[in-house]
């Protein structure tokens, strides 16, 4: 699919994704919204509003009450592996278990699918021989989000994925993110603190506060502010 087709927002598949019902975590809350099928959500709010920890619940990594569901089906129905692995959250800075870029990857991968996303990324082709520790905020980020693209989950939850990333690979990373939820049907949910990035990527965006989320227009000027 080529970086620059048409309505690059609009899901070009059909039916509700993700529904979260009356999420409460902490003192925050509750928090309701569905995301369709092929259907990228933008998500902002100041700092410390807690958007990581809305997405850390939705994935159920913290403690949390409400309700969630991936294509009606409510996360209480599956084992958490199984869960995590379907709906799959991008911190903005992943752990690494192992000394090497590769040891991260299933060997299945270190072929022809892993170079062509590395090269899409603008990743150096021997970056899966680095050690993590010559990695780049950038790279890091980059090799986050395919190491979690191994599984193609079926949710994609992204914190500020491209914060450490120059204009032209953040690109790269948009259009990457983008080719992958229209050719799956990924329900994708997008933190940024970049007006300009959401109105790119996402076709809603939802103001979070610390009891419940707003739909604010995806420019949203009004809420441009500076974020300390």
Known sequence: MEPNSPSPCRPSHSG??????????LD?????????????VGLSGRSGIGK?????????????????????????GFLAPAWRSRVTMVPAESFWWYDTVGAHFAVEEEGGNLLKNLAALGLDPQAV????????????QR????????????????DEPSSALDAHHTGLL???VRQYRERTGAAVVWVSHDPDQLQRVASRVLRMET?????????????QEREE
């Open 28 to 40: 925050k809350g509750p928090f309701s919204f569905i995301v369709a099928a092929g259907e990228c």
């Open 174 to 176: 948009e259009d990457f």
């Open 16 to 25: 509700v994704r993700l529904q979260v019902r009356e999420l409460r975590f």
């Open 143 to 158: 090799l986050a989000l395919l190491r979690a693209l191994q599984k193609e989950p079926q949710v994609l939850l992204l």
């Open 129 to 140: 021989r680095w050690e993590i520790s010559r990695l780049s905020t950038g790279e890091r």
């Open 52 to 76: 990581s920890q809305l997405l850390r619940a939705i994935t159920d990594l913290i403690p949390a009450t409400g309700e969630v569901f991936l294509d009606g089906k409510a996360c209480t």
């Open 211 to 223: 009891d419940g989320l707003t739909e604010v227009s995806v420019s949203f000027p009004e809420h």
